[in-house]
């Protein structure tokens, strides 16, 4: 009995001590067929909804950028989340291919690729960090030879902005509105 209370204090302090967000900005660890790392930026736009941009490398010959919007449900409060999404992406990646008459692998480099990204995952922000666990399949359209990519990341970003202090802003930026118009 004592766990369980002591447990429900622990959960109820973290969410005392959680903050929602409205941008944020980190890095994010993927694999795929190599591993890689990246910056990723993600932004509120509605109650719910957000857009996420990635920028990632294998540090050698695979370069992406992705841009997904999210859209997110509440677990146990505001703070943890799981979240679906999609999006689309574009980049310089290699590609192989194999020969089926000689069994020979072929591996171009530099190819310029268009693709469509999915995402599912989980969500927890907690004292001014975000940490997310994905599993994003990108649907090749055009410049590689293989059509579906796997990956999963981790993401940990740091909240620049506050969902209290966007909120604000909008305000702000209401009540500056309604007295120009006035003044008109």
Known sequence: MKGLLTALVILA??????????????????????????????QRLFKRITAEGILQSDLSRNHTAHLL????YPLLSKRLTIFTGAGASLGL????????????????????TLGIDLMVGAELTLLGFSVSLDYKPNINL????????????????????KDRQRK?????????????????
Request: proline content about 0%; charged content about 30%.
């Open 142 to 161: 055009a410049g590689r030879e293989s059509w579906i990519k796997n990956q999963v990341g981790v993401s940990v970003r740091t909240v620049l902005i």
């Open 93 to 112: 990646e290699e590609s192989k291919k194999e020969v089926s008459s000689t069994q020979e692998v072929i591996t171009t480099y530099g190819n310029e």
């Open 13 to 42: 302090s973290l969410g005392a001590y959680s903050q929602k967000y409205g941008t944020t900005l980190g890095l994010r660890l993927g694999n795929d067929i190599t591993r890689t790392i990246g910056i990723t930026a993600e």
């Open 168 to 184: 604000k802003n909008q305000r702000q930026r209401k009540r500056a509105r309604r007295k120009k118009d006035r003044q008109n």
């Open 69 to 72: 919007i999210r859209r997110h």
